[in-house]
């Protein structure tokens, strides 16, 4: 049950947990109960600011992963985050396909090469913008099983709208290598950055004023889910 004071105590409370920050840094799947060692770490918990940055792709990280994951299309997979995602806003997965001549080791990310495989968003309440992934630990999907056989790079990237107008990234990316693929083509690749525009309306949502008949569209490309 929601307060009517709710939207007032948050406002207060956003210079305390303005720090209350968090990374995504396992990776685990139906065949892996967890990994970090394809994970490209980021440096340190503090959100990325910026929607036009370079490092919108995979983040600010340590360096580049030791190891790449085997995963059957079709398959689950997921990000486990260091604590629990504070920060109320939308998430979302991407597939990067590395082009030729590259390797899940070695891509930067670059060129129109990403495409949309899972969101979660957020609904009307007459209080406070409700969204799913809130107070979780994990986000997982699946491989679309008609995503083509090759190396990848698995994006996540949640955003935290705690702040009007100021939106937080959280993003990390994992190495893997689809196996048992089908056929299919992704429709809407896209490059990051350039996949969300600054003034997109899902990022400056003020989710503590509702206005009722709304409804909350995740920035960035359909999902794909041949």
Not at 124 to 134: G, K, Q, S, T, V
Not at 168 to 197: L, R, T
Request: glycine share 8%; charged share 20%.
């Amino acid at each position: 049950m929601h307060s009517k004071f709710l939207p007032s105590l948050v406002l207060l409370l956003i210079p305390h947990l303005v720090n209350a920050h968090y990374i995504f840094d396992k990776f685990f799947a139906e065949n892996i109960q967890e990994l970090k060692t394809n994970i490209r770490q980021p440096k340190v918990v503090d959100p990325l600011l910026d929607v036009t940055a370079d490092d919108m792709r995979c983040n600010v990280n340590k360096g580049l992963a030791s190891q790449t994951a085997t995963i059957p299309a079709g398959s689950m997979v997921g990000f486990e985050l260091d604590t629990v995602i504070f920060h109320p806003g939308p998430a979302a997965f991407y597939l990067g396909k590395i082009p030729e001549g590259e390797t899940a080791a070695t891509w930067d990310g670059s060129g129109p090469q990403w495409f949309k495989i899972a969101e979660w968003g957020g609904k009307y309440d007459p209080e406070m913008w409700d969204f799913e992934p809130l107070n979780v630990r994990k986000l997982n999907t699946t491989i679309p099983s008609s995503t083509p056989s090759g190396e990848y790079l698995l994006r996540v990237e949640q955003i935290g709208l705690l702040i009007p107008l100021e939106p937080q990234f959280y993003i990390s990316c994992a190495q893997i290598k689809v196996v048992n693929g089908g056929d299919g083509v992704p429709a809407s690749m896209v490059a990051i950055p350039g996949h969300i525009q600054p003034d997109d309306p899902g990022l400056l949502l003020d989710i503590y004023h509702p206005i009722a008949g709304t409804t909350y569209t995740v920035p960035g490309p359909t999902v794909w889910r041949e």
